[in-house]
């Protein structure tokens, strides 16, 4: 699928050596390709390297099941309408489990409904991180009575890498190819004055 940005190219001729030496990282790891924020971050081998580290261990390594990390992430997506986050992550979630009437729900920004209760409870906990900036005491014992401590602390570092993903992915424009647009684009802003 091909990825397209604001970006300028990338020539591997005219690569640094760190920029080499993180593009093999991601290239020969879980992900295999530059999908995603890995175009832009490869322009700051340093961030690049730090950030598909954790994105690997947030992906594909916490310990909630994939079905719950993928609608985290779908949740994100959809909070920051992002694009390409969403076109890569959508059929991720549809095939680890997520329905697709929630992953429309949310696509839409319609109250979902939801068919189990941990993810009810993962998308109460992202409105809450999102909305106020905080989980409250109630929240935060139903999670973790729900997942372990731990788990919540993956959780949280899942919603966090993610709204990273989602705001390098809006500045630079990143979408799939040929993919119809999920969200609409808001209209362009001027400067803040």
Known sequence: MSIESRLSPLDEANMAPEQRRVLEAILSGPRGNLDGPFLAWIHSPALADHAQRLGAFCRYDTRLELRLTELAILFTAAWW?????????????????????????????????????????????????YTTRRVDEGLYGEAVAAFGEPAVVELVGVFGYYALVAMTLNVFEVRRGSTPLPFPEPPQVGPVA
């Open 81 to 129: 309408q992002s694009q390409a986050e969403w076109q890569i992550h959508a059929p991720i979630a549809r095939e680890a489990g997520v329905s697709e009437a929630l992953i429309e729900s949310l696509r839409e920004g319609r109250e979902p409904v939801f068919e189990r209760d941990d993810e009810a409870l993962v998308v109460r906990l992202g409105e809450s991180l």
